[in-house]
């Protein structure tokens, strides 16, 4: 059964120095309030993993809690470059980091192997790419039945995931809609999960189809209003467009980016952060 | 008198062009996203656009900046989870065309989104892979569109993110269950597809005003051209203000956020 904790004890009883993370939301959703109270509580050495590392992952390595990043694509999203990511990468800058590249399909299948608990996803990918040169977790196996080739990579199970959905109601059920990328699959892969939430609400009024991840599946539920900012909740606001593209100079310049997690997020009480991390229109 | 249109628009009217009505699309974000919603909005009512968001025939009345905008899925008929997307749909064989973008393309069509230079220490770190690697596999046939330069069109890239043809040519000889791969390469100068036998991409048509040394110029390898060599129709009035309305809509939506 979910606990309803504070943001700031999900993350503390949570997420331990070391640990391996999943914040997921692919472009939607993104766990930004979430991504920020783990740098305020200035975790480190975590092993990060999302198909789309985006601003928040930016934010965190440019923060020095990232020891290493799996991922499938590191760029902002009709942007540019992450520039922290790359700094991290191409200078060492707050720290080393080591990367684990792979696809979208391949990672897409690895958290769905996570959620079903096998310890591999077998797809049929990475046909002559030389991604498989440089990430010794890509390995090809033979099908027993046909002899086809396919590629496997291990399954993701992530000590924790972290999430953020529309509402729970007081059971701690959540629904997630919109563009619901691998969110249930991330929740249902790691030991830990922690939801954030707009809003709970007495009933989800959930269609019988819907993207209903149980209360039982879920350690902790957290309200966090407008928690997917600069990102976006589908039904409560939009994608901050603007915001992403001014992401690009406050990232470049090493800076520039440390005034910035001062002023938004060590410094600041998250109700004002919201605003200037991206949460004006 | 012939209108007035940038090479850009020729370029997207080009790409638009090359998606049939009723194909279905799995469309890469930015120059791709922008070819195929203008082949919506022109010939093509009854294309299927498929984003690996998860939104599935989405119809969006402005370009998305990201791959999973909103308006992706607020106009899309359904969403799917984003393992549904590339096991079921395009690893399952829906997908017709995989409309890619790259930052690298070599003379085997190979695409590199990873990185320039060396991979331990790289010179320029791209942002990697995403949904190419299985597009470029698992679609029936690939369009390819991009800017023309000597920077991006490479003898040799870097690094093969996504296959073309390999660095032979030969890289989908004898594997089973795979694409086409590569058809068309559109650029702002020319278009491109690969010679039935060596898999080289050989200049099929040159865009109006568009000389062959320009085209060489632009080029990092020798390009060889076909030996009959066509000349790209010029944009009709209806698709130049299409595109521009459409990218007129886009421009006061983003600012408006």
């Known amino acids: 059964m979910a606990e309803f904790l504070s943001l700031h004890d999900a993350v503390a009883r949570f997420v331990e120095d070391g640990a391996t993370v999943a914040m997921e939301g692919f472009t939607h959703l993104i766990p930004f309030a979430a991504g920020h109270e783990v740098i305020r509580q200035q975790k480190r050495d975590l092993t990060l993993i999302r198909m789309t590392p985006d601003l928040i992952y930016d934010q965190l390595i440019g923060a020095g809690c990232a020891k290493k990043v799996i991922f499938s694509w590191g760029g902002n999203p009709g942007v540019g470059s992450l520039h922290r990511l790359r700094d991290a990468v191409e200078k060492g800058w707050p720290r080393k980091i080591e990367i684990l590249e792979h696809s979208h399909a391949a990672m897409a299948c690895a958290f769905e192997a996570g959620a079903a608990g096998l310890p591999l996803a077998v797809l049929r990918g990475y046909v002559g790419s030389e991604l498989p040169s440089v990430n010794d977790q890509i390995k090809f196996i033979e099908c027993p039945f046909t002899g086809e080739r396919l590629a496997a990579v291990p399954s993701v199970r992530p000590d924790v995931s972290i999430v953020h959905a529309q509402r729970a109601d007081r059971q701690g059920n959540v629904l997630v809609e919109g563009i619901v990328g691998v969110q249930k699959e991330a929740v249902m892969a790691a030991k830990h999960s922690i939801v954030t939430v707009e809003e709970i609400v007495d009933d989800l009024n959930a269609h019988p189809n819907a993207c209903v991840i149980p209360g039982w599946a879920i350690s902790a539920i957290a309200v966090a209003e407008k928690g997917a900012l600069p990102s976006y909740t589908h039904g409560y606001y939009d994608r901050n467009n603007r915001f992403y593209k001014e992401w690009d100079a406050i990232a470049r ?29 | 008198m012939s209108l007035e249109y940038t090479s850009s628009e020729m370029m997207t009217v080009t790409a638009a062009r090359a998606l049939a009505n009723g194909t279905t699309c799995f469309v890469g974000i ?228």
């Not at chain 2, 569109?145 to 000597?150: D, I, P």
């Not at chain 2, 020319?190 to 062959?212: A, F, I, N, T």
């Not at chain 2, 060889?224 to 060599?229: G, K, M, P, S, V």
Request: some cysteine; glycine content about 10%; proline content about 6%.
């Open chain 2, 30 to 257: 930015g120059l791709p996203s922008e070819a195929a919603n203008l082949a919506r909005l022109t010939h093509a009512p009854d294309v299927v656009l498929i984003y690996e968001s998860g939104t599935l025939q989405t119809k969006p009345e402005i370009l998305p900046l990201s791959i999973g905008d909103g308006e992706l899925c607020e106009s899309a008929l359904t969403t799917v989870a984003v393992p549904e997307m590339f096991r079921y749909w395009l690893q399952g064989g829906k997908v017709d065309v995989g409309f890619l973008g790259t930052a690298q393309i070599d003379r085997f069509a190979n695409l590199n989104t990873t990185l320039i230079g060396d991979y331990k220490a790289p010179k320029v770190r791209l942002p990697g892979g995403g949904g190419a690697p299985e597009i470029a596999t698992s679609a029936g046939e690939v369009f390819i569109t991009l800017k023309h330069s000597k920077r991006a069109f490479v003898k040799d890239v870097d690094f093969v993110t996504t296959l073309g043809f390999g660095r032979d040519g030969k890289g989908r000889d004898g594997v089973p269950n795979i694409g086409k791969g590569p058809t068309r390469v559109i650029t702002d100068l020319c278009v491109m597809k690969p010679d039935p036998e060596s898999k080289e991409l050989v200049v099929v048509s040159l865009h109006p005003g568009v000389s062959r040394e320009d085209v060489i110029d632009a080029t990092g390898w020798e390009i060889r051209f076909a030996e009959q060599l066509e000349s790209t129709p010029e944009p009709s009035e209806t698709e130049l203000d299409v595109l521009r309305e459409l990218k007129a809509r886009t421009e006061r939506a983003h600012a408006g956020q």
């Open chain 1, 253 to 281: 310049d090493r800076d520039t980016f440390t005034t910035w997690l001062d002023e938004n997020v060590y410094n600041a009480a998250r109700s004002t952060a919201s605003d200037s991390a991206g949460g004006q229109a």
